[in-house]
């Protein structure tokens, strides 16, 4: 059973930045496809962001691209999201999930394929 704790949501300026962290208990995030899913008040979840299984390939929803970061540290079995340039739009809880497997690229952006998933971290921008 894997559990995934986050932390680094916080208040923020537009233009401004945060990093949000993912710890993996059980499992290495090298071994398993990651990612980011944020749910915005009254929205459905959306697809941020994702690390293929082994070699990290990282790939990006088109309205984050530019502005975000994904990476993950295998020694510290951690996963990050940075996010700079952040605008009122990306408010939103901030989730991470992973799947013991690999998945192509566009699998990857369907939620329901993810096994486990953090509790989510909440990530307001507003002036």
């Known amino acids: 059973q894997e559990q995934l704790v986050e932390s680094g949501g916080g208040l923020v300026q537009p233009g401004g930045s945060l990093r949000l962290s993912c710890v993996a208990s059980?499992?290495?995030?090298?071994?398993?496809?990651t990612a980011w899913f944020r749910q915005a008040a009254g929205k459905e979840r959306e697809y941020v962001a994702s690390?293929?299984?082994?070699?990290?390939?990282?790939y990006y929803a088109d309205s984050v691209a530019g502005r975000f970061t994904a990476s993950r540290d295998n020694a510290k079995n951690t996963a990050y999201l940075q996010m700079n340039s952040l605008k009122v739009d990306d408010t939103a809880v901030y989730y991470c999930?992973?799947?013991?497997?690999?998945?192509?690229?566009?699998?990857?952006?369907?939620?329901?394929?993810?096994?486990?998933w953090g509790q989510g971290t909440q990530v307001t921008v507003s002036s």
């Open positions: 059980g499992g290495q995030f090298m071994m398993m496809t």
């Open positions: 999930a992973v799947n013991p497997a690999s998945l192509s690229p566009q699998s990857m952006k369907l939620d329901a394929l993810y096994r486990f």
């Open positions: 690390i293929s299984y082994g070699t990290p390939n990282i």
